[in-house]
């Protein structure tokens, strides 16, 4: 979750000062995704009826 934060706070910061386009802000928010899915993913195997865990 640290992880999570630090990596948004960053992209705030970055598109506070370049743009939402910018490329390091896109590269933060591609980072973000795939922490985001790691601990998603994390989650679901250490849930023992994973099927249940599985809503968006």
């Given amino acids: 979750m640290n992880k ?3 990596l948004r706070n960053k992209m705030v910061s970055a598109a506070g ?3 939402m386009s910018h490329p390091i802000v896109l ?3 591609q980072e973000l995704d795939r922490a985001h899915n790691k601990m998603i993913l ?3 195997t250490n849930t023992t009826n994973w099927q ?3 809503s968006f």
């Fill in 4 to 6: 999570i934060e630090e």
């Fill in 52 to 54: 249940n865990s599985l």
């Fill in 17 to 19: 000062q370049y743009g």
């Fill in 27 to 29: 590269r933060y928010s």
């Fill in 42 to 44: 994390l989650e679901v």
